[in-house]
């Protein structure tokens, strides 16, 4: 059964705390993707990844880190630096790069207390 | 520029046809897609269109695309409280080759 897998799906940090939020794919996708989402708005693309050990800053990069060390594995890391981590992250994955059709993960939603 | 614009609420009856509408801005963009998105979850892919067709139908969903006006719609016939959701219009610009997403359209039907 193929898909996208993010976990946790609720996740609480305190400030100032690092925090990592897993996402795994088994479709063979090259591309993976995160995404943020706030109430009332679109997704704004933070990280993507077209090939292993590879990756670029999407729109929002400021405050996270990713690795991508396993073609499956796109792990995302919500630093301390990013002023305003509270939201919903979606991981998402495409057959090679952003020309062809994106799926999305369940997503991961963040609050910072 | 990207942009994508949606209008932010639909409400409908049961049984009545929906339609949402979304306009973009880059002309050169090759793929639009529609996205649902159900409370809590992630983003489920609908149907998408290619930029040298005008109609795309897909069961309860049809796709209507306009080129010359820049402007995409999704009917969903027969709408069902099931369909209660978000829905995001995306178009790919040639210009940045990056997903790029409306704010959705929240549809409420009313039984």
């Known amino acids: 059964d193929g898909g996208i897998t993010q976990s946790p799906k609720y996740l609480f940090r305190k400030e100032g705390q690092n925090v990592t939020l897993s996402c795994e794919q088994n479709?063979?996708?090259?591309?993976m993707y995160w995404y943020r989402q706030d109430p009332g708005q679109g997704l704004r693309l933070i990280y993507y990844?077209?090939?292993?050990?590879?990756?670029q800053k999407g729109d929002i990069a400021e405050g996270y880190s990713v690795s991508r060390e396993k073609k499956e594995s796109f792990p995302l890391t919500v630093t301390s630096a990013q002023k305003n981590p509270t939201a919903f992250y979606l991981c998402?994955?495409?057959?090679?790069?952003?020309?062809?059709?994106?799926?999305f993960g369940p997503g991961t939603r963040l609050t910072v207390l | 520029g990207e942009d994508v614009e949606q209008s932010l609420f639909l409400s409908v009856r049961e049984g009545d046809s929906s339609v949402i509408n979304c306009t973009y801005t880059?002309?050169?963009?090759?793929?639009l897609y529609w996205y649902k998105q159900e409370p809590g979850a992630g983003l489920q892919l609908l149907t998408y269109i290619f930029s040298n067709m005008d109609m795309k139908q897909d069961q309860r969903l049809t796709v209507l695309l306009n080129k010359k006006d820049k402007h995409l719609s999704l009917r969903i016939a027969d709408t069902q409280t099931g369909d209660s959701a978000i829905y995001f219009c995306?178009?790919?610009?040639?210009?940045?080759?990056?997903?790029?997403f409306g704010s959705g359209t929240r549809l409420l039907v009313r039984p």
């Open positions: 995306a178009e790919i610009p040639d210009s940045s080759y990056k997903l790029i």
């Open positions: 479709l063979n996708h090259d591309a």
């Open positions: 880059d002309s050169s963009s090759t793929y």
């Open positions: 998402a994955s495409s057959h090679r790069g952003f020309t062809d059709t994106q799926y």
């Open positions: 990844s077209q090939i292993v050990n590879d990756f």
